[in-house]
């Protein structure tokens, strides 16, 4: 739980950013339509709930900052019981004033008039760059005497970087669930199941343990299907002998997990199979070793590519020399993605990588990032021995930087050959 305590200090920090006579704006997501009359699950803007904690779609943050003062003020959506009634109950203004340690609420019909107030003083305008046309035209509607306009959203990305215990203990929670999702398929996975089987039980983990959302749109991927990165259809047949990379991570109140394991079908690994799996875990758990304070991400990403394509070399997947292999970029062919990226609301948190300078931004304790080498050999690349061909094997675990290292938050999902196959079920 975050206290309403923690998202008011966050909007004080976001206050004193903001320069002088400006008036910063922040509104919630808008429902997505799917198909006519049907509308996507509603997923609350991550910077808008990283400073209200407010899930109600229809709502407005706005900080009107002057020379002395900043005031906060929520716009929600008004109680109407025709609207309840088919969309569901709202908290209202009344309630909201009561919960939300803001200066001031008002019904969100207000909002236009207000702003209109607000901006008659102001020299400056935040708002997020991303924002949707319509609210955008509403925005350029009343700031036509505004010079500066500037992107708020570049400002609560950065404050995302570092996590807070109570961030820390929500993406541990969201990550022990995962680790029974995980641990589920192990145990299920059988030839002649589907790959929506497989997913249908971990969504079914994550949902009956309190996390109703995934973190993003779970991967299971059987054989060759393993081999397209993003693959999402999970609509094939799981075949003996084969690995299962599933990628599967749920959402435990608004912060994800990622995780990622590669599993034998039919619960033994084959030889060749072992073989580049202790391989990029190896990788894996160098480039674990070396994140901490002061490290940085370029670093990691350096030092995995050289670590697999050293390792691709004794395997003979790659031939040569592997300086000249990596001058020539001929790893990526098969290791074509980064090392990790930073974990928080948002499975990709949007925080930046990099000072406004252009110097990369290095680790610092209480950020969370991911670690995930993986190599990729499709079935019809006939420059790789056959039995490697058709694999595709990615490693990913969530690790937080400590004072002195890291911490690895999902240490406890079985990894190691032994540990996967202890778990499975033969058939
Ligand atoms: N699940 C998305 C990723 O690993 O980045
Ligand atoms: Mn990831
Ligand atoms: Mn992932």
Request: aromatic fraction near 8%; charged fraction near 30%.
């Amino acid at each position: 739980m975050i206290s309403q305590k923690e998202y008011k200090k966050r909007r004080d920090k976001l206050g004193k950013k903001l320069s002088k006579d400006s008036v910063g704006i922040i509104y919630s997501a808008s429902y997505k339509t799917r198909s006519n009359d049907t509308e996507y699950p509603y997923r609350q803007n991550s910077n808008f709930y990283y400073l209200t904690g407010f899930k109600e779609d229809n709502s407005c943050l706005v900080i009107v900052k002057t020379t002395n003062t900043v005031k906060t003020i929520l716009f929600v959506q008004a109680k109407d019981k025709t609207k309840e009634l088919w969309h569901g109950k709202r908290l209202g203004e009344k309630v909201a004033e009561k919960i939300f340690l803001v200066d001031e609420v008002h019904a969100i019909s207000d909002l236009e008039s207000e702003l209109k107030i607000f901006l008659q003083n102001a020299k400056n305008l935040y708002f997020d760059f991303s924002l949707e046309y319509s609210k955008v035209k509403l925005l350029k509607k009343h700031t036509k005497g505004l010079a500066v306009h500037q992107n708020i959203a570049l400002l609560i990305n950065a404050m995302r970087l570092i996590k807070s215990p109570s961030e820390i203990a929500l993406i541990k929670k969201a990550v022990k669930i995962t680790k029974k999702a995980h641990h589920q398929a192990m145990n299920f996975s059988k030839s002649n199941k589907y790959e929506y089987e497989l997913q249908a039980e971990i969504e079914y983990i994550f949902k009956s343990n309190g996390a109703y959302n995934d973190a993003y749109t779970s991967v299971v991927a059987c054989g060759n299907s393993a081999n397209t990165l993003h693959y999402i259809e999970n609509n094939k047949p799981l075949v003996d002998n084969e690995l299962i990379l599933i990628d599967a991570g749920c959402e435990y109140e608004y912060y994800a997990s990622d995780i990622t394991r590669s599993i034998p079908v039919s619960g033994k690994f084959t030889q060749a199979q072992k073989e580049l799996y202790n391989m990029i875990l190896d990788t894996e758990l160098k480039i674990i070793k070396m994140v901490k304070p002061k490290a940085l991400r370029s670093d990691l990403q350096k030092k995995s590519e050289e670590l697999l394509c050293k390792g691709m070399i004794k395997l003979g997947i790659l031939k040569g020399d592997y300086k000249e292999l990596i001058k020539k970029q001929e790893h990526k062919k098969y290791y074509p993605h980064g090392i990790g990226h930073w974990m928080g609301i948002d499975v990709h948190d949007e925080c930046p990588y990099k000072y406004d300078n252009g110097d990369e931004i290095p680790l610092k304790k209480g950020m969370v990032l991911t670690i995930e080498p993986g190599i990729y050999i499709d079935k019809e690349d006939k420059s790789v021995a056959k039995k490697y061909r058709g694999i595709g094997i990615r490693i990913e675990d969530d690790i937080l930087v400590t004072k002195n290292g890291c911490e690895n938050l999902s240490a406890g999902i079985a990894k190691t050959v032994e540990e996967i196959e202890a778990i499975s079920s033969t058939n």
